[in-house]
């Protein structure tokens, strides 16, 4: 088989393995795998096992087979998108994750540096996120409100170990106009440069308290519960879509209080709403704790957080709740004056979750045939496709299926009915495996007659005939039953992950197989700082619940107050 020699395009000759395509997916495959050539492949074709001898592919050649290397393998399929090849988690974990975020249209990288486009349909399932976690604040009684993207500079210096935590990762706006130059183009005009730079929001605790000290006057206006909806932005140096970008986009909780108790309650409360939000609409199982001094963040007294587990044996942090004590209030001079009437610093407290759970969300329940959605989040839960030859088959079908789809949509639940008669409904089923809808009805002719449909469910590939009697009903069943599924296969494969060990040195061995280890450690940044440089291992968090017994450190042998948890992480 020849490759792209022709074209002048630099592509080698080296074959990896062979992928079986109809030669009407030829240029789809060229432009998604091989972007730097956007021409058409010199290959053979494959005729009831012999070549043909063309030498030449296009498109609409008419041929039986192509032969593309090295894509995978797709065999006597013809119904198969090319979004469906991806690499497999087992051979190469990170290039099925990012196979998956590209080829399920969720998002794709940007032309600048470190950022990304989220696509429609990974921004319909951050919807889905950002508006069940919307519920659960107003809930809680919060409201929400909208700060500014661009934060003086003099505002990161009042709280000397915030802006420390985050220095090293800020964009600063230093100028406010360009001009054209006739040489040089569009330039920065040197003459409009700002007499105090503007810090691009990293996050918001400065310039929120520099607010709230005009908003809390006395005791009756606590607590102040705000969220905030918005994107910010971290100088990542190494990126990955969802999971580490210099934008993101994110809900910031900042509450006031006017007792220490108040403050610490309200860091537990939405702990827990994130780990309630994490396993009831993620299907995610997650463990609560409290970070270690080195892992806290930036400025808090304390910092909880909720760890989850993903496939490949790696944690991720999925949440965190900050408890900051009278810190900011301090450095912004905000006080209140209380029921004795007199003046105090407020309690305060920060949390915040992020599009990482997309990339969480992904890796916790996809497989090698594509995305896996949990009902909950899916933005279309059900997709209803015909099968019909004839515009009358087709016309009967549609009419038959109203009923369905109001019944579907009366019981809450999303429903599409695919009748684009442009595809097959082969390449349908395919395309919607792979981008992750719940479940899968279709309908035939003789369907019709039997008054039945065909329903596949996503979660484990299983398909059943069901009468179309009570339907609705027995979906709305199907998908509590897929979302049940997938949190108790994730919270059994992190139960098989995990174990607890004594010693160093079988914590060596255990942390090279992945997954949680609970073991004993002393206290110490100096013992936490070995083990992160010898193994990559670091702390989780120190868990919330579970066994507390007292032991000696594996490392030191030095009195240990519980286990913790350490992993290797995201």
């Not at 088989?1 to 592509?11: S, T």
């Not at 990559?536 to 594996?554: E, Q, W, Y």
Request: net charge neutral; with cysteine.
């Amino acid at each position: 088989m020849r490759r792209c020699g022709p074209h002048g395009c630099g592509h080698g000759p080296v074959i990896d393995r062979v992928v079986h395509l109809r030669c009407g997916q030829l240029a789809r495959a060229t432009r998604q795998y091989q972007g730097e050539c956007r021409r058409d492949r010199w290959c053979d074709h494959q005729v009831g096992g012999a070549f043909h001898g063309r030498s030449f592919c296009t498109p609409c050649c008419g041929a039986s087979w192509l032969h593309l290397a090295p894509f995978g393998r797709i065999k006597n399929n013809t119904s198969r998108a090319v979004s469906d090849i991806l690499t497999k988690r087992a051979d190469d974990y990170a290039q099925w994750y990012n196979d998956l975020v590209l080829k399920a249209d969720l998002a794709e990288h940007s032309e600048v540096r470190g950022c990304m486009v989220i696509k429609p349909h990974g921004y319909a399932i951050w919807e889905k996120m950002r508006d069940a976690l919307d519920g659960m604040f107003k809930a809680t009684g919060h409201v929400n409100a909208y700060f500014p993207l661009f934060i003086p500079r003099s505002y990161f210096a009042r709280e000397a170990s915030h802006v420390e935590g985050f220095a090293k990762e800020c964009a600063v706006v230093t100028h406010y106009r360009l001009k054209s130059d006739p040489e040089k183009g569009i330039v920065v005009d040197p003459e409009a440069k700002l007499e105090e730079e503007l810090v691009v929001r990293p996050t918001s605790e400065t310039i929120i308290w520099n607010t709230y000290k005009g908003w809390i006057k006395s005791y009756r206006d606590l607590p102040l519960l705000v969220n905030q909806w918005a994107n910010v932005v971290r100088w990542e140096m190494r990126t990955r879509l969802f999971l580490r970008t210099a934008e993101f986009l994110w809900q910031e909780g900042h509450t006031a209080h006017a007792t220490k108790q108040d403050a610490e309650e309200e860091t537990m409360r939405m702990l827990d709403v994130y780990a309630r939000f994490a396993e009831e609409w993620l299907a995610m199982p997650v463990i609560k704790g409290v970070k270690t001094e080195s892992e806290r963040f930036a400025g808090a007294e304390d910092t909880y957080c909720i760890e989850a587990l993903m496939q490949d044996g790696k944690a991720l942090q999925a949440g965190t709740s900050h408890f900051l004590g009278q810190n900011f209030a301090k450095a912004f001079d905000v006080v209140f004056t209380n029921r004795e009437n007199r003046q105090e610093h407020v309690w305060a407290t920060s949390w915040g979750v992020s599009t990482r759970l997309m990339g969480a969300l992904i890796m916790t329940h996809s497989d090698d045939h594509g995305l896996v959605l949990p009902p909950k989040l899916a933005p279309v839960q059900v997709v209803v496709v015909p099968i019909s030859k004839t515009p009358e088959q087709l016309a009967a079908i549609t009419e038959r299926v109203q009923p369905i789809l109001r019944s579907l949509s009366e019981r809450g639940i999303t429903v599409k009915y695919d009748d684009d008669d442009t595809r097959k409904p082969g390449w349908k089923f395919a395309e919607y495996e792979f981008k992750g809808f719940p479940v899968r009805i279709a309908i035939g002719p003789r369907d019709l007659e039997n008054g039945t449909v065909e329903v596949a469910r996503r979660d484990t590939l299983e398909k059943e005939t069901l009468q179309v009697t009570d339907l609705a009903e027995k979906i709305e069943h199907l998908l509590q039953a897929i979302q049940s599924n997938l949190y108790e296969k994730a919270l059994q494969s992190r139960e098989e992950h995990t174990r607890a060990v004594d010693t160093y040195p079988e914590f060596k061995e255990a942390i090279e197989q992945g997954g949680l280890i609970y073991a004993h450690w002393d206290g110490t940044e100096a013992t936490e700082a070995r083990i992160k440089e010898e193994t990559k291992a670091t702390i989780r968090c120190i868990p919330l619940k579970g066994d507390t017994s007292p032991g000696k450190c594996m490392v030191t042998g030095a009195p240990s107050a519980q286990r913790v948890i350490f992993a290797r992480a995201y």
